[in-house]
């Protein structure tokens, strides 16, 4: 595949994030992926940051599907070869719960399909959101 095939599909993932379409985003992930989210351990959705499988990174991303309604702003996508970042805006939440949060999501590619992906983001901030909606 092109970097820009691969740029592509980066960048559709976080915007699946938003739609909350699993079965679509998970279509451009290779058989054995490896995701890496702080967000997993903030969300005591799992001891440690990291998933490997298809079938756990699909019950994670199923699990984030049913948190509620987010926004995916992306602000910028680049890479070469069979790496790829995208720069984006996490935001959701309403009032006083309003909030935005910088991201960068950082993809590794195998045959057209994601092999890893590591999600950095400000986790500490995200945790302090998670303790006010308790």
């Known amino acids: ?14 915007q699946y994030l938003e739609s ?11 058989d054995n ?3 890496w989210d ?19 990174v699909k019950k994670f991303y199923t699990f984030l599907a049913g948190m509620g309604p987010i926004k995916a702003n ?11 970042a995208v720069e984006w805006t996490l935001s959701g939440g309403e009032g006083a719960q309003k909030f935005e949060i910088p991201c960068v999501n950082l993809y ?12 950095h983001f400000d986790s500490a901030y995200f945790a302090g959101l998670m303790k006010q909606a308790q």
């Open 20 to 30: 909350g379409k699993v079965e679509e985003q998970l279509s451009h992930y290779d």
């Open 108 to 119: 590794d590619f195998e045959n057209g399909k994601i092999k890893n992906a590591r999600l």
């Open 74 to 84: 992306i602000q910028s996508v680049f890479g070469e070869d069979d790496k790829v």
């Open 1 to 14: 595949m092109s970097i820009e095939e691969n740029k592509k599909i980066a960048e559709a993932d976080v």
């Open 38 to 56: 702080s967000v997993i351990r903030v969300v005591k959705y799992s001891t440690s940051n990291t998933l490997s499988g298809f079938e756990e």
């Open 33 to 35: 992926p490896t995701i």
